[in-house]
């Protein structure tokens, strides 16, 4: 073995993403999977992303910094991510995938490394770099995603223990299957919102009888 | 008894009675003004403009026709009945173009509905002539206009003899021609349908506005054809069309581009074709640039054009043509849709657009860089609002609009902020930004919403040197001007911290050498202690 395996949890998602293809069966084999630092990293991804809404360079940033709204920022990075467990591992237990709830957590997770890394680059560049010198930026923020997204898709492939297209497959109905989630979600809230009225013009009711 | 919160509630409502009663009696002018941010949210701004007064048909009393005497006879003759050299003007009928002829200050209105123009001078309080028996020196009858809506007047520097100097043009709708007269009405030149081999047998020639440029080429506005104006050389023959819009890309007109890619000719054919939007109206500059509007719902395409010699856009070149122009989102009430159609544009002596939006009454005052100035008028039924603004004209700092449904003209005079917006502008456009300043702040004082304001007194600073202060007023206010700004500071910036630059560099290089040679030692020692 040319690596010493037996390093800190913390080191483990810098590891996978230096080694895409072999990181990713090495943590199996370990039996590496840190929910902590799991954790840690999606929240980063959560903070990362309001950093980039609200300390991109003037030169750089189109985001409607006018009103700030933490809500869609949640919603689009920690309520998407467990969408994203969620719908993979609904979807992947029903074809013979072998990644637990945890594990698919996990190793998402680390596969956001390298979009972070280089997201904290591209924010802090947007405040030095002229607009003539967006090339750097752009390609700053291409190479992070590329990179990112191969990490998932050889994530999601072995800890499936899938083959590369069935994996590129399931990850398209994956996305299919967070759409319903989210659909659902969105149905449910506006269930009990009514509901909600309902039990609150009951109670304004009451209290109009028996206040008088 | 009272409660606390009914005395609360009625201390609440007569403080907002006397707020409104307060508002109502300041509130004098019956549009607000406002400019949009950053963002493209509208704010709220001083008015650069307000109402003058407003015209209509009854105002101008009685008018003379222009013809003489002797002319008038013949024409009762031809007409078989008398007519009158004195006329009671009389309320519009559906008027649709002013034109204001600056060499002789006089304004020529198109009163379409009652087929003839008035002509009266820029206070609208002098005498009126009318015009509406044209003597036709080809036929020699004298002959009368048919809904006509459009004019532009002209002036041949090297004519034969003064009265042949003016040279008036008349978009003639119902009767498909466009006469060219001299200043006392007689046709000399008559232009009319081009030969079917320029011009498609199946479309019509109703000249729907009209202009032409200092060589005598005439550009004739037809509504029903998208190739652009029909371009006549100056003696009537059909030169060419002129400065067509481009194809709007929606979705539908790619997949055509797509099959027509893919399909030969034959089956091509039967897609349905994408033509553009035809312009509706134009108008042309004192350097001959001639400037087309397109009226539409849904377009986004060319909304507004400046149109070189060659007829094409020199806005593209500029990046001012991906600019919204008019209002920056439509909104949507009962599935009307709300959002600016302009229907007009005026180019004033001093390069200041401005463009008429016809369905919201609004008029969108911009610089020849297309930097928003102004947004003024108003629909609705009270004086100084639109019903259904027709065209636009501005002569002297003094604004006119016509209003079609309404029948009547209105103008705009500046107010004392307008005043000082355009000073600082033209300093500005002269680059004179240190002399611009001044005006500037006087504007932020009066209202500190207005943008354009932030980017003159960032090149000001920017001109002294003072490229954090030029940051800070380019902030959110202008991309390029900060680049520029943040260009020279960080020039500065790292030129005065060039040594710290390099010591920094240094220790970061010598601690890595250092760090990593400490490393090496104790690896080796490790491995010896363990042999």
């Not at chain 1, 980063?44 to 991109?56: R, Y």
């Not at chain 2, 074709?273 to 986004?300: C, H, L, R, W």
């Not at chain 2, 004033?348 to 939006?357: H, M, P, S, T």
């Not at chain 2, 504007?443 to 002294?464: K, P």
Request: include cysteine; hydrophobic fraction near 40%; proline fraction near 3%.
């Amino acid at each position: 073995m040319r690596f010493d395996l037996d390093m800190p949890a913390w080191k483990w998602p810098f590891y996978v993403a230096r080694h895409p293809f072999e990181g990713f069966e090495d943590l199996r084999w370990k039996k590496a999977y840190n929910m902590k630092v799991a954790l840690v990293i999606v929240f980063c991804f959560f903070l990362v992303t309001v950093c980039q809404t609200v300390m991109t360079g003037f030169l750089y940033n189109n985001n409607y910094v006018k009103i700030f709204n933490i809500v869609p920022l949640f919603t689009s990075t920690i309520v998407l991510f467990f969408t994203w467990v969620v719908g993979n591992w609904s979807l992947c237990t029903l074809f013979d995938g072998e990644g637990k709830m945890k594990e698919i957590c996990v190793v998402s997770a680390y596969a956001l490394v390298p979009y972070l890394i280089t997201q904290v680059v591209v924010i802090l560049a947007s405040n030095v770099l002229l607009r003539n010198e967006a090339a750097f930026i752009m390609f700053m923020q291409y190479f992070g995603i590329v990179w990112s997204v191969v990490l998932m898709i050889s994530a999601i492939k072995t800890v499936h223990q899938y083959t590369v297209p069935k994996t590129l497959i399931a990850i398209l109905f994956t996305v299919l299957a967070m759409v319903i989630i989210l659909f659902l979600l969105v149905l449910l809230m506006s269930l009990f919102q009514q509901v909600y009225v309902f039990g609150y013009s009951i109670y304004t009711e009451l209290m109009y009888r028996f206040s008088m | 008894m009272p409660t606390k919160k009914k005395i609360l509630g009625a201390a609440a409502a007569s403080i907002m009675a006397v707020t409104m009663l307060t508002t109502s009696i300041v509130a004098d002018q019956p549009y607000e003004g406002y400019q949009y941010d950053w963002w493209g949210d509208p704010v709220p701004s001083q008015t650069g403009y307000v109402v003058d007064k407003v015209v209509d048909g009854i105002d101008f009393g009685t008018g003379v026709r222009y013809n003489t005497d002797e002319q008038l006879k013949e024409i009762s003759e031809q007409e078989g009945k008398t007519v009158e050299k004195t006329v009671e003007i009389g309320p519009l009928s559906d008027p649709m173009d002013i034109f204001i002829d600056r060499q002789t200050e006089k304004v020529y209105i198109v009163d379409s509905g009652n087929d003839r123009i008035l002509v009266t001078d820029t206070e609208l309080t002098g005498k009126v002539t009318v015009m509406d028996y044209f003597y036709n020196t080809a036929t020699g009858k004298y002959e009368t206009l048919n809904g006509p809506r459009g004019i532009f007047v002209r002036h041949d520097s090297d004519a034969e003899s003064p009265d042949k100097e003016t040279i008036i043009y008349i978009a003639d709708y119902e009767n498909g021609r466009v006469p060219v007269m001299y200043e006392d009405g007689s046709i000399f030149l008559e232009v009319t349908r081009p030969s079917s081999e320029f011009y498609e047998s199946d479309v019509t020639f109703q000249p729907n506005k009209v202009l032409a440029d200092v060589a005598g080429n005439i550009y004739v506005n037809i509504k029903s054809i998208t190739d652009g104006a029909v371009m006549f050389a100056p003696d009537g023959t059909f030169s060419s069309y002129y400065g067509a819009n481009r194809v709007q890309q929606t979705a539908q007109a790619i997949a055509n581009k797509f099959w027509k890619t893919i399909l030969d000719r034959e089956a091509a054919q039967n897609f349905i074709q994408n033509v553009p939007m035809e312009f509706s109206n134009f108008d042309i500059d004192d350097e001959g640039f001639i400037y087309t509007v397109t009226e539409s719902k849904s377009a986004t395409t060319d909304i507004f054009k400046k149109l070189n010699p060659a007829g094409e856009n020199v806005f593209i070149k500029l990046g001012y043509s991906e600019l919204t122009f008019g209002d920056m989102a439509s909104y949507y009430v009962h599935g009307m849709n709300y959002g600016s159609s302009i229907s007009d544009v005026d180019i004033d002596e001093n390069g200041v657009i401005r463009l008429l939006d016809y369905r919201n009454g609004r008029v969108f005052e911009y610089t020849d860089e297309c930097d928003l100035l102004f947004i003024y008028g108003g629909t609705g039924n009270q004086k100084g609002l639109f019903n259904t603004p027709s065209a636009i004209e501005a002569y002297n700092n003094t604004v006119y609009v016509l209003d079609q449904r309404k029948g009547s003209i209105t103008t705009f005079k500046r107010t004392e902020f307008g005043d000082i917006v355009h000073e600082a502008m033209a300093l500005y456009t002269e680059g004179k930004y240190e002399e611009a300043r001044g005006p500037w702040m006087e504007v932020l004082t009066r209202d500190s919403n207005y943008w354009f304001a932030y980017i003159g007194l960032g090149n000001a600073e920017m001109s002294q040197g003072n490229y954090e202060t030029a940051m800070d007023y380019f902030y959110m206010n202008s991309r390029g001007g900060y680049n520029r700004a943040f260009k020279q500071f960080r020039m500065q910036f790292v030129r005065d911290n060039f040594n710290w630059f390099i010591i920094i560099i240094v220790v970061v290089i010598v601690a890595i050498v250092v760090l990593k040679m400490l490393v090496k030692k104790l690896k080796k020692k490790k491995a010896g202690g363990k042999q």
